[in-house]
């Protein structure tokens, strides 16, 4: 018959599982602590280098963003605040405060063309245009940091992304995936037809044409009924080349 184990063998493997507990929480501190120590040293020198790069790192676009991955990899957001060390050393919080006013200005002035949704391309267009005189030359990527500061503001700004390109929603439209689609199929051109939709996507005319009607409800596209051929074209300013806005001017 199998013997069970005693008392004295209950309380010596409660024993044994404690200490296996407590020596497992100790190298999980001590790993703890290392990592912060690391990263406190990795802060340390990110600091340095951000004073003795600060003007490479305000005027170079490549080289801000560069500095903005390092940043990420240690848990620093310079945007975090317009107050403290790095708005103090850098002044990128002013830069992209005012770079994210900028932004506010160009996609309310083209909303009656457009109905909101701008591409990211025609944006950095837009804000050379306006930003000529500044010292500062912008990118993509610093327009993209902009606008993730705005979505303080709400719903109202979202980069989204269409196929291979990338589009700023300023109004707070849902599109849905037959949307999506279209635009993404406008690209090539700049505009589609019912009879286009339908081949490409293999839609029913029913609903290409409710999708694109939905589409020009909420502004986003334009009609042409005076092509040669007869047929009505849907055009998008979001993604066509055509979309230079004659009541946006470079200030």
């Given amino acids: 018959?199998?013997?069970?184990?005693?008392?004295?063998?209950?309380?010596?493997?409660?024993?044994?599982?404690?200490?296996?507990?407590l020596l497992g929480e100790?190298?999980?501190?001590?790993?703890?602590?290392?990592?912060?120590?690391?990263?406190?040293?990795?802060?340390?020198?990110?600091?340095?280098?951000?004073?003795?790069?600060?003007?490479?790192?305000?005027?170079?676009?490549?080289?801000?963003?560069?500095?903005?991955?390092?940043?990420?990899?240690?848990?620093?957001?310079?945007?975090?605040?317009?107050?403290?060390?790095?708005?103090?050393?850098?002044?990128?919080?002013?830069?992209?405060?005012?770079?994210?006013?900028?932004?506010?200005?160009i996609c309310l002035a083209t909303r009656p063309h457009n109905g909101g949704l701008i591409s990211l391309e025609e944006l950095c267009q837009l804000l050379g245009q306006r930003r000529k005189g500044s010292r500062d030359a912008v990118s993509e990527d610093d327009c993209l940091r902009a606008i993730s500061k705005l979505k303080v503001l709400g719903n109202g700004f979202e980069v989204i992304s269409i196929g291979k390109r990338k589009l700023i929603r300023s109004v707070p439209t849902e599109l849905n995936k037959d949307h999506n689609e279209i635009l993404e199929l406008a690209q090539g051109q700049g505009f589609v037809t019912v009879e286009e939709v339908q081949r490409r996507l293999s839609w029913a005319?029913?609903?290409?044409?409710?999708?694109?009607?939905?589409?020009?409800?909420?502004?986003?596209?334009?009609?042409?009924?005076?092509?040669?051929?007869?047929?009505?074209?849907?055009?998008?300013?979001?993604?066509?080349?055509?979309?230079?806005?004659a009541g946006v001017e470079a200030q």
């Fill in 1 to 21: 018959m199998r013997r069970r184990p005693g008392i004295g063998g209950l309380q010596n493997a409660a024993a044994a599982r404690d200490q296996y507990r």
């Fill in 26 to 105: 100790n190298v999980a501190k001590l790993r703890t602590d290392l990592m912060k120590e690391q990263l406190s040293t990795f802060r340390s020198q990110l600091e340095d280098f951000a004073r003795k790069h600060k003007n490479d790192i305000r005027k170079n676009p490549a080289f801000r963003s560069q500095f903005h991955e390092m940043c990420a990899k240690v848990g620093v957001d310079p945007l975090a605040s317009n107050k403290g060390f790095w708005a103090e050393l850098l002044g990128i919080g002013d830069f992209y405060y005012e770079l994210g006013v900028q932004i506010i200005d």
């Fill in 205 to 245: 005319s029913g609903r290409a044409t409710d999708t694109l009607e939905a589409l020009l409800e909420e502004g986003l596209a334009m009609i042409d009924d005076g092509h040669p051929n007869g047929k009505r074209l849907y055009w998008f300013p979001c993604v066509s080349s055509i979309s230079s806005y």
